[in-house]
């Protein structure tokens, strides 16, 4: 089942550049999303064997991030087919700047998300931190061509900033894969193969100061790729350069498959009983990261550089609630999987204002609910799900954070954490409700424009599964979060 | 045997001071090379049984990669590229030479504090090791053209890998072999996006990629 | 201090000039010419010594002290070195520091000369001469400085002694970088190409010369016999760290050091015929790749 989840990708990327037709192209592109969904939703039923030796298999963490990684990409694939198609051919006139412009071939476009979705599969299902380590090094290699879509200079300009910070950062994460490697070689016997229950097993024979001195390293190459400030440099660029339904998968899926080697990090230290060093120093970079975003957030001009800093943002939630620990771990996932789901929806929306309003400014949208009545109401179903408002998923989860922190007695993380989230709800009310309300700049005569279904239907279908989590979470997947919260000590 | 390996080390310092101190693109292509080379030497050098296939099959293969391919690749990006041949740094060459100094200086103190990861390899290693990423670091950040944030990065990951072969072993081979294939589509990527920003940008200085900001100009 | 212990220091007063006129024989071999007669320096020094100088009216006592006292920190310092094993004439520990700034007290002499002629030629060079020595100093004190530090003391002829063909064997590479930085140190110091042309007469491009252009008769013998003995004395550290012959007999160690002094004058002989001089600017990067590798040579022996 885990060579299914792999290869299925890597055979539709292979095959995408075989095709001669577009339409053909978006349909297998489709066909391969469910397929990959499918199989992914088969693990919940049944649990896969692990494959070569134990260095790939599916363990609770692992799973989670993998099913919410399947579910974007399936609703950015149905979305993909009516963007694409919106696509005009040839060259086309940039929004803000008028100059003539062409794209990426579709075919490198279409192979280049499978290649992600591939690299993306293989970090959620490795459990030797090298593997790890290449999946997250060739998801940066396969997002680089997304990014750069559009072919003008901002874009470029984006693409070259993520392609070299993520891969210094990543550099950094090799080295502390060899300074785990030092760490795991004891002395007292053979030295610790790097896969993941092993260490977890001779967590007691590890040295101390060379895991401490991996861990830092982890957190700060991962971080880079995860978007923990000060790393977070190539996030708003990248996500608001990239064509919506890349941003979505970027913000939604990349972000988390970052985290996730930093969890597994974590999950050794803290079976080498140093969990207390780690955790200072993730709710340290929560914090930092929320505040950096709260700065940034306020007076955004741009919409979709908007939703990046609150990517930054929700990465700082996720990291703070793990660093806090216990009941905050379990919130940290639950978050981790809300504000996929919310965030992705959201760049999905913004890509429909974006083609109707031609303009990446907040200033020049207004009345979106009445131009693009269904975008609209999803465009604001999302702020209030990425706020943390009730009944929306994103308020459990925060509030299980917050109350973390109390237990704990610490008031003073609690007081930054409410005051920040305060500052960025109204940052973003101003500028999402903004956009949402009011008439339209020039007036058009069209009202309430009827707009096609895939364009609508993944991003209401991501909104509806974070209500639904908000109200009432289903067994089998609290006992998922629980489990792999419970992994990380 | 630690006398091959300590040799091997300390040119290895050395090409690194070339490479803070050289002005050429040229040169610095050619002696991030001749790294390459030292590395692949580096891992026969520090190879602990004669007999084994193994480390003269990894030296082959970083010497290909490092000291042939990723030059010639990032050569033909200079050369279609066609940029001017002098780098510009934002630091001084003799402000360079002497913060590289000071890094070595750091490193080797480093080195000292962290506890000895393999007691059969040299001493040098660690504070080697540490001393080529800082250098490499330091290119990436004080050099403008984009290239020369390849080639920094490129010496990062010597610097890494010299770590990983002086204080590691036992690694299987196929994850070694990985993590290079890893590395060689980084650096093809990278050169198609040079390519790209040569031809969209007219030149390849970093310093005038300033478009993209938060607060309106 | 026994009748041996004057080798060294009768060696380089007498065959000082005998390197320059083997290296300006060797450029004209490599040129394709006859050359000068090998003596020829000794003949020039004679032929100054029976000219009359003339002094200007705007310089004062210092312009003509400049040349003596050049000349006579030279030979003070030619009694510190040692030679082919054997111990110089006055050794005593931290003679190397003594050394080091009795080379500066006379390159000090000869800059204030410049500088009191008034011209701006003078100044100009005196201005070059002086950044070049600042930057080649730190190359050469702590090259030296990691030779101290791996033999154990701070006297040049046991420093030197210390450098034998077991002790290259098994710390080759702070031997070699000392060696590497004293050669640029070497070249900068007697102002050799690529740091100075010594052949060049243009102004614009002088820095020894040009210190020099003023005076005449027995104040240029001095100079010029200075200048020959300056080159032998760093000739001699650096031959008595690279070439580390002791067979035991004391002469034929001294013979080889002498066939290792005349070996580096066709050396650099060879050099000159085949470089061209460094851009002036250029030339303070040299400086500080030698300062590195002293640098470098003196890390690896403190750790």
Not at chain 1, 326 to 353: D, E, P, Q, R, Y
Not at chain 2, 77 to 103: M, N
Not at chain 2, 108 to 136: D, E
Not at chain 3, 199 to 219: C, K, Q, R, S
Request: proline share 4%; hydrophobic share 60%; charged share 10%.
């Amino acid at each position: 089942m885990i060579a299914a989840l792999l290869l299925i990708p890597v055979l539709g990327a292979v095959v995408a550049y075989a095709l001669r037709s577009n339409a053909h192209r978006r349909a297998m592109l489709v066909a391969v999303a469910f397929a990959h969904a499918a199989v992914a939703g088969g693990t919940w039923a049944s649990e896969p064997s692990p494959w070569w030796g134990g260095w790939l298999a599916l363990d609770a963490p692992g799973r989670l991030f993998l099913s919410v990684t399947s579910a974007l990409f399936l609703a950015a694939a149905l979305y993909g087919v009516a963007a694409l198609r919106r696509e005009l051919p040839g060259e086309r006139e940039d929004f803000e700047e008028g100059f003539l412009f062409d794209n990426a071939p579709e075919a490198t476009f279409t192979a280049c998300l499978l290649l992600f979705l591939a690299a993306m599969t293989l970090v959620t299902v490795s459990q030797s931190f090298v593997l790890l380590w290449v999946g997250i090094e060739a998801t940066t290699l396969a997002s680089a061509p997304l990014i750069y879509f559009h072919r003008h200079h901002r874009s470029l300009e984006a693409a070259w900033k993520y392609l070299l910070i993520c891969s210094v950062g990543i550099a950094l994460a090799l080295l502390g894969n060899f300074f785990l490697a030092v760490a795991a070689s004891g002395g007292r016997g053979a030295p610790v193969p790097l896969v993941l229950p092993d260490l977890l097993r001779a967590a007691g024979t590890l040295d101390v100061a060379w895991l401490k001195a991996a861990f830092l390293l982890f957190l700060v190459g991962y971080g880079t790729k995860m978007g923990l400030a000060p790393l977070h440099a190539w996030l708003p660029d990248a996500h608001s350069e990239a064509p919506s339904l890349v941003s979505a998968l970027l913000s939604g899926a990349l972000l988390n498959c970052a985290l996730l080697g930093i969890v597994r990090a974590q999950q050794v230290c803290a079976a080498a009983g140093q969990a207390a060093f780690g955790q200072e120093l993730l709710v340290g970079f929560g914090l930092l990261s929320m505040a950096v975003a709260a700065v940034f957030i306020a007076g955004q001009a741009d919409y979709k550089r908007m939703l990046a800093y609150s990517s930054v943002e929700h990465m700082g939630i996720l990291t703070l609630g793990i660093g806090l620990g216990g009941g905050g771990t379990f919130g940290g996932m639950l978050h981790a999987v809300n504000h996929s789901l919310t965030k992705a929806a959201l760049f999905l929306v913004a890509g429909n204002i974006l083609a109707e309003y031609r303009s990446k400014s907040t200033a020049d949208v207004r009345g979106v609910l009445r131009v693009l009545p269904v975008s609209g109401m999803l465009w604001v179903a999302g702020f209030l799900a990425i706020t943390g408002t009730p009944p929306f998923g994103s308020f459990l989860s925060e509030l299980t954070i917050l109350k973390a922190a109390l237990d704990q007695g610490r008031t003073g993380v609690a007081v930054a954490y409410l005051a920040l989230l305060g500052v960025i709800f109204v940052g973003m009310a101003t500028a999402v409700l903004g956009m949402a309300q009011g008439a339209p700049r020039d007036a058009r005569g069209v009202r309430g424009r009827r707009e096609p279904l895939l364009s609508v239907v993944p991003a209401g279908a991501l909104i509806a599964v974070v209500l639904l989590l908000g109200v009432y979470v289903p067994p089998v997947v609290h006992s998922v979060i629980a489990e792999a919260a419970r992994a990380l000590g | 045997m630690s006398d091959g390996v300590d040799a091997v080390l300390i040119c290895i310092v050395l090409t690194s001071f070339v490479l803070v101190g050289a002005s050429r693109l040229g040169t610095c292509i050619r002696v991030v090379a001749l790294q390459g080379v030292l590395l692949g030497v580096l891992t026969l050098a520090a190879a602990e049984s004669v007999l084994s296939l193994r480390a003269p099959l990894l030296a082959l293969t970083i010497v290909g990669l490092k000291g042939a391919a990723f030059p010639w690749l990032l050569s033909r990006a200079v050369r279609d590229a066609d940029v001017r041949r002098e780098i510009e740094p934002f630091v001084g060459y003799k402000v360079s030479l002497l913060l590289a100094t000071l890094a070595l200086a750091a490193s080797l103190w480093l080195g000292a504090r962290l506890p000895r990861p393999n007691p059969a390899m040299s001493a040098l290693v660690v504070p080697v090791a540490l001393f080529t990423i800082q250098v490499g670091l330091f290119i990436i950040i004080s050099r403008k053209k984009a290239l020369t944030q390849v080639l920094g990065y490129l010496v990062m990951e010597n610097g890494i890998y010299a770590f990983g072969v002086g204080a590691v072993e036992g690694t299987p081979m196929l994850l070694e072999l990985a993590v290079l294939l890893d590395l060689l589509v980084a650096v093809f990527v990278m050169g198609i996006t040079l390519f790209h920003i040569r031809r969209e940008f007219n030149h390849i200085d970093t310093d005038q990629l300033v478009a993209l900001r938060d607060w309106v100009r | 201090m026994s009748a041996a212990a004057a080798v060294p220091a009768l060696l380089a007063l007498a065959l000082a000039p005998l390197l320059l006129g083997v290296t300006s024989r060797t450029k004209a071999v490599m040129a394709g010419r006859v050359g000068r007669p090998l003596l020829q320096p000794y003949f020039d020094v004679l032929k100054l010594m029976r000219k009359g100088a003339v002094y200007s009216r705007t310089t004062t006592w210092v312009f003509r002290a400049g040349p003596v006292v050049g000349l006579a920190s030279m030979i003070l310092a030619a009694a510190l070195v040692p030679f082919g094993g054997v111990p110089a004439l006055v050794a005593f520990p931290g003679d190397v520091l003594l050394f080091v700034y009795l080379l500066a007290v006379g390159r000090f002499f000869t800059v204030v000369a410049a500088l009191d002629t008034g011209s701006s030629f003078e100044g100009m060079g005196a201005s070059r001469e002086v950044t070049f020595a600042a930057l080649a100093e730190p190359a050469l004190l702590l090259g030296l400085a990691a030779v101290a530090r791996g033999t154990g003391s701070l006297s040049l002829s046991t420093m030197l002694a210390g450098a034998t063909g077991p002790v290259w064997a098994e710390s080759a590479p702070v031997l070699a970088l000392v060696a590497a930085a004293l050669v640029v140190v070497f070249l900068a110091e007697n102002g050799r190409i690529p740091v100075d042309d010594p052949a060049t007469h243009l102004e614009l491009t002088m820095i020894h010369e040009v210190m020099v252009l003023d005076h005449g008769g027995p104040d240029l013998a001095f100079i010029l016999y200075g200048a020959t003995l300056k080159l032998w004395l760093l000739g001699a550290l650096l031959v008595g760290l690279a070439v580390p012959i002791h067979t035991g007999n004391a002469w034929l160690d001294v013979a080889a050091a002498t066939a290792g002094m005349v070996a580096l004058a066709v050396l650099l002989g060879l050099v000159e015929s085949q470089m061209a001089r460094l851009r002036l600017v250029h030339v303070p990067n040299l400086m500080v790749g030698a300062t590195v590798l002293s640098v470098l040579a003196l890390l690896l022996t403190v750790r």
